[in-house]
Structure formats: C-alpha cells, structure tokens
C-alpha cells in the first residue's frame, strides 16, 4: 500500500489555519509541521536569557522577544518560532497582524537532544538567508555552553563558544553580554 502525498497549503492557508490553532506548527514549502514541546530546563533557560537581554537592552531601541512571537524566514515561507528573537530599530511584520517578524537582528535556539542537529542543520541554513541576522546562538541545556555565530562582513560565519558558569556570552550585534550564571539561574544539569 503506498502512502497517500499531503496536499500542499500556501502561506496564505498557514497563517489562517496557524492563528486559529491551539498549538504552534511551522511551515516550509507546503507543508505544516507540528512543533513539540520543551523540558523543564528549557522552560527555565528562555525567560532567564530573555529577561537579561531586556534589561541589557533597556533604551537601546532593541526589542527582545519569545517564542510567541514567529518569524518569516525566507521567500519560500519558512515559518518558525525561534526560543529567543531580538531585533534592533522597528521590526517589520509580513502584515498588519503584527505577529509574523521579518527582520530579527539575534536569534537565539536552545538545545534539546530531539532538535539539536535541526537547529545546527536545517534552522540556521535558512536563518542564513535573512539579510537583518547577524547573530544566531545556541544554547545547550544540558551544560552551561553558549556558540554564538557571527556573521562576518564578507558574509561568512565565525563561532564563538563560551562553557562555564562563570563565563559570559557577548552578543555583538545588540552590543552587550549575559553571564552564563544568569542564563543558567535555577538551572541543575545531571
């Protein structure tokens, strides 16, 4: 017996069918994926990166938000929930809903064994084409590391990796660091 193919949805049927939805999907090139849902440190290590990114960024006109809020990754319409999303100046919706961002500065992903090679893989080949990106972070969960990629001036990436609670993570694209200590706050790792 073969598998019956998935329709293909435009953008258009994403968004109507994702705004009304209880859950959170991406979407890439037709198709509409079920996100899962995250651990307990997870939980705790977003609200404490993004609580001290705010206050680093109080009156800087930079703006930090969570994973409520998506982002339109590219032309072909990846739609994802980035964990961390900041971006610097007025951020740019795909429309008036004001609930799809166009233009972050930083994203921020933190790792989990079930997402890490998607995060590492597929996420940041399409986070590269965003022309406002200039910083994309990962955060391990399971230990107190930071990589932080940097995008060059000629267009390439360079990693920047800090471990250790009393290390800290500089974000050069928003102009400001976090120690590891506040982002791993409440933290335990096994």
């Not at 590269?128 to 060059?152: C, G, I, K, N, W």
Request: aromatic share 10%; hydrophobic share 35%; charged share 25%.
């Amino acid at each position: 017996m073969s598998a019956q193919p998935h329709p293909r949805m435009t953008q258009e049927e994403y968004l109507r069918i994702e705004r009304a939805a209880e859950f959170k999907s991406e979407y890439y090139d037709g198709q509409m994926y079920a996100m899962s849902g995250g651990s307990y440190p997870h939980g705790k290590i977003i609200p404490n990166l993004a609580a001290e990114l705010r206050q680093a960024l109080r009156g800087k006109g930079c703006s930090v938000t969570t994973s409520d809020v998506r982002v339109r990754v590219s032309p072909r319409g990846f739609y994802t929930y980035p964990d961390i999303a900041v971006v610097c100046g007025q951020p740019e919706f795909a429309d008036d809903q004001a609930d799809t961002l166009l233009n972050p500065t930083l994203l921020v992903e933190v790792l989990s064994p079930s997402t890490e090679a998607h995060a590492r893989g597929f996420k940041f080949a399409q986070y590269r084409q965003l022309d406002s990106l200039r910083e994309y972070a990962l955060v391990s969960q399971t230990e107190p590391r930071v990589e932080v990629f940097r995008r060059q001036p000629a267009g390439e990436w360079l990693l920047s990796e800090v471990t250790g609670l009393d290390a800290a993570c500089r974000f050069d694209s928003v102009g400001c660091q976090v120690a590891l200590a506040e982002i791993y706050y409440d933290v335990s790792f096994e």
